[in-house]
């Protein structure tokens, strides 16, 4: 009989009763529990959130379903709640170097004020200005000034024609402008009479209009300074009646904002530039383009022209209706969605843009408070990662295309003046892209140097398992599903164990479970049930077993129809079952697979077939070569070992990794080594190390339910069962028909600490210890490979000398043409 006795069935699963609990529904439980055993984290996050260092941006590293986000968020909203909101950030035209738009920096709410008072503002200067110029006392000082220009030039031609009547002449205005004519009787000769003159007379006349045509072109010559002089006296009208009406529209609103000196500069230099540009404010907006003239306008919706555009102001944060510091999510962290960017319009085959384009990003949103990011989503945006970095070094958002940063173009752009940043930001991430981060970027752990790490389990004890109950009630309101009863609570709360493969602990992972939850809500519906009882959560679980494990039933089907060859009674001598997992999505299942060994004569070695031809991974290399190395130190302690063997997954064609089989394949090389058979109807799982031991592993509960299932199918006889390392036990949740098999004495679990356990389960045959003199007793495992080993080793050195007593009988001649032929085949070959 086994000296390893197995395991009884409560070893097999840690039930829970929630017997510290006196509740018949979730109903009757508390709901403020949200988060459980995050302690770490918690603390992590409360440091980062407060601390107003540059730098201590925070990383929350853990797996995905854990909560992070949730949890962070809610900190963080907690946090804001009690912070002030942020300033106003707006762009107004820069009237000095419009591809600068300046940056206003303005108390909350103050943006979207100063923006309706600009547009009242422009609107209030069309109307009086409009009016301004046409008020009948604007109208009289222009037409004096109309009168006195037009009277100067009349005087001037008035004079010049008295002149040429005196000499027989006058002056016409013509198609092609002024000219001189020849008078008779007051009329003015005809060209044909003209012609008809004597020719004294003709050269007469044509030398007085040659010299009147020299005063003429004097006159002329003035008119253009007329015209500046009287333009200039207009300018100065119109500019005095501007003045007057912009001064008188200004004024309120330069006293409504002299306690802000940018606001301030920016409405003295509105006052200058509406000053110069009078005549854009005495446009029709609804006036359409002239023939031949291109309609460039952007679209506006307040019926502005286009040039009364640059008085307009573009309120990029609005914090007016905040109640505390902005918490933002960005689910698209592209670089233009965090840095923000400024959009151009199609317009006649040409790209136009204004400071009214620019777009915010959720650096702006986030500025003064929080901005939180997935890494992943950050990390495979082009230039995200990049911008993001470069706005927390400099802490300024500076808004330019991706072509900028990279210094890739030199096409003329708006360039923004860069906004002052103060964010806190949280990326939420695997912690492998947290470790890859810090090794790779020399500038993230500068700029993210609090990690906040979620854990993805927790210590399954009383206090625990009370607050989990509460959480599952939180859940079950916040989603809205049937109370579960205490039956059901109990089930989700193994299931959580099962889940991370231990009793002790349970998982951390609560989106799992809040799937479980509405899974079971689901068949509790179906069923016509009012309440979720353990029956219901149950069924959800085969559910999700049944939609996974096509793969598995097929394989299953291959091994019971004989295509895979798997024995599950009986002995063989060399041949063991060994137990993997294969891991599909979220559905893992175990795998028996045979293993077999070989021996023979040889210098030591162990080839592991697998690794020959390279479906082996690096662990499995390893466990194999620990093999070499025990088989050394336990046998070959006074003698070479003298054997070549080698070992194989039979029926294998995929790629095999992982160190736990080498306990398995230690035994099967142990029955081929004693030609000792095995019995087929164990399965065995466990990584073993140079002393023997036999080490943990992992998948224990696949493993033994993959095993028992084809045993299951084949019918159970008692004597199968699944050796495991004794330091699984702890992680045993078995299924309920496993734990029932084995309670009835169908199916056994045994506990292995050694190697010399194993076999004694294996073969039923004691492994037997050393004497001092390092000697095995009789009839033992040990002894049996130890004599083994010593009968190979003779037989190499009788073989050794053989061959070198043959070699030395041979004349010396043959000898050396015998190596000569040999050296040359060598060669060639």
């Known amino acids: 009989m086994s000296p390893v006795a197995p ?118 200067l069309r109307t009086g200005l409009s009016s301004a110029f046409e008020s009948e006392e604007y109208q009289t000082r222009r037409r004096v000034l109309e009168a006195e220009f037009n009277e100067r030039q009349q005087e001037s031609l008035k004079a010049l024609q008295e002149q040429a009547r005196g000499k027989g002449l006058t002056l016409l205005r013509t198609p092609a402008g002024l000219a001189f004519a020849p008078l008779k009787d007051n009329e003015v000769i005809p060209p044909e009479e003209f012609q008809k003159l004597p020719e004294e007379e003709r050269e007469r006349v044509q030398k007085e209009v040659e010299a009147l045509q020299e005063e003429l072109q004097k006159v002329m010559l003035q008119v253009p300074r007329w015209e500046r002089e009287f333009r200039s006296r207009l300018r100065e009208l119109d500019n005095e009646i501007a003045t007057l009406v912009v001064n008188d529209v200004m004024d309120d609103l330069l006293e409504k904002y002299k306690t802000l000196p940018n606001v301030l500069e920016y409405l003295q230099a509105v006052q200058k530039d509406v000053g110069e540009r009078v005549e854009d404010f005495l446009r029709d907006p609804d006036a359409k383009p002239e023939a031949g003239q291109l309609n460039l306008a952007i679209p506006d919706t307040a019926k502005q022209t286009p040039a009364l555009r640059r008085y307009q102001v573009n309120v990029l944060v609005d914090a007016g209706n905040a109640s505390g510091a902005p918490v933002v999510y960005e689910t698209n962290p592209s670089y233009l969605n965090l840095v923000g960017r400024v959009e151009q319009m199609a317009m006649m085959g040409a790209l136009i843009t204004d400071f009214t384009l620019i777009k915010p990003g959720a650096l702006h949103r986030a500025n003064g408070g929080y901005l939180l990011l997935d890494a992943d989503k950050v990390l495979t945006s082009p230039y995200a990662w990049e911008g993001l970095k470069r706005a927390l070094q400099f802490r300024e958002i500076r808004i330019e295309s991706p072509v900028q940063m990279m210094n890739l173009s030199s096409t003329v752009s708006l360039e923004p003046e860069p906004i002052a940043l103060d964010v806190k930001v949280i990326l939420l991430g695997e912690r492998q892209i947290y470790y890859l981060l810090a090794q790779a970027d020399q500038d993230f752990l500068d700029l993210f140097k609090v990690a906040a790490d979620f854990d993805d389990e927790f210590v399954r004890d009383a206090e625990t398992t009370r607050q989990y109950a509460h959480l599952i009630a939180t859940i079950v309101k916040k989603e809205e599903l049937l109370p579960f009863d205490r039956s059901a609570v109990c089930r989700v709360i193994e299931h959580a164990a099962r889940l991370v493969e231990d009793r ?68 063989k001598v060399g041949t063991i079952n060994g137990l993997s997992v294969i891991s599909m999505g979220t559905y893992a299942f175990g795998r028996p ?19 020959e031809v390279k479906m082996s991974g690096p662990f499995h290399d390893k466990g194999v070569l620990i093999l070499s190395s025990f088989l050394r130190s336990r046998y070959a302690q006074e003698q070479p070992l ?68 084809l045993c299951n199918a084949r019918g159970l006889t008692g004597d199968q069962g699944v050796l495991i390392p004794v330091a ?97 085949k060598g060669v060639s070959a």
């Open 504 to 571: 002790e602990r349970v998982t951390a992972r609560m989106q799992t479970i809040v799937d479980l939850l509405q899974e079971s809500d689901h068949w509790a519906l179906a069923a016509g049930a009012t309440v979720v009882s353990a029956e219901h959560v149950q069924k959800a679980l085969d559910a999700q077993v049944y939609r996974n494990d096509r793969i598995r039933e097929r394989m299953q089907e291959q091994v019971l129809r004989e295509t895979i060859l798997i024995d599950t009674d009986g002995t």
């Open 593 to 611: 697979s045979r293993i077999t060994a070989t021996v023979n004569m040889g210098t030591g070695d162990v080839v592991n077939i697998e690794r």
């Open 728 to 824: 699984n036990v702890k992680h045993l949740m078995l299924r309920h028909d496993v734990v029932e098999a084995v309670a009835a004495g169908r199916f056994q679990i045994y506990p292995i600490t050694t190697i010399d356990e194993g076999i004694e389960v294996l073969t039923g045959i004691p492994a037997g210890a050393a004497d001092k003199q390092g000697r095995y007793p009789t009839g033992t495992i040990n002894r049996m490979v130890s004599d083994r080993l010593a009968e190979l080793a003779t037989k190499r050195r009788e073989f050794d000398a053989a061959v070198g007593e043959g070699m030395e009988e041979k004349p010396k001649s043959q000898r050396k043409k015998s190596t000569t032929n040999e050296s040359s």
């Open 7 to 124: 395991l009884p069935p409560e070893a097999l699963y840690q039930s829970c009763t929630l017997d510290q609990l006196d509740f018949t529904t979730t109903d009757e439980l508390e709901v403020e529990v949200e988060f459980i055993g995050q302690d770490r984290a918690v603390k992590a996050l409360e440091l980062g959130i407060t601390i107003p260092r540059q730098g201590y941006n925070i990383f929350a590293l853990g797996p995905s379903g854990t909560g992070k986000h949730a949890l962070v968020r809610r900190l963080v909203e907690t946090r804001a709640a009690a912070e002030a909101p942020p300033d106003d950030w707006c762009y107004v035209n820069n009237f000095q170097q419009p591809y600068i738009p300046h940056a206003l920096r303005l108390p909350p709410g103050t943006g979207r004020t100063l923006q309706q008072d600009m547009e009242r503002l422009i609107e209030e």
């Open 642 to 709: 003298s054997l070549d063997a080698s070992l194989v997954f039979e029926q294998s064609y995929g790629g095999v990794d992982g160190d736990s089989a080498s306990s398995t394949e230690l035994y099967a090389l142990l029955s081929a080594i004693a030609q000792v058979p095995v019995k087929q109807s164990l399965a065995v799982t466990g990584s073993v190390n140079q002393l023997g031991q036999v080490q943990a592993i992992g998948g224990v509960n696949e493993k033994i339910e993959g095993f028992y299932d």
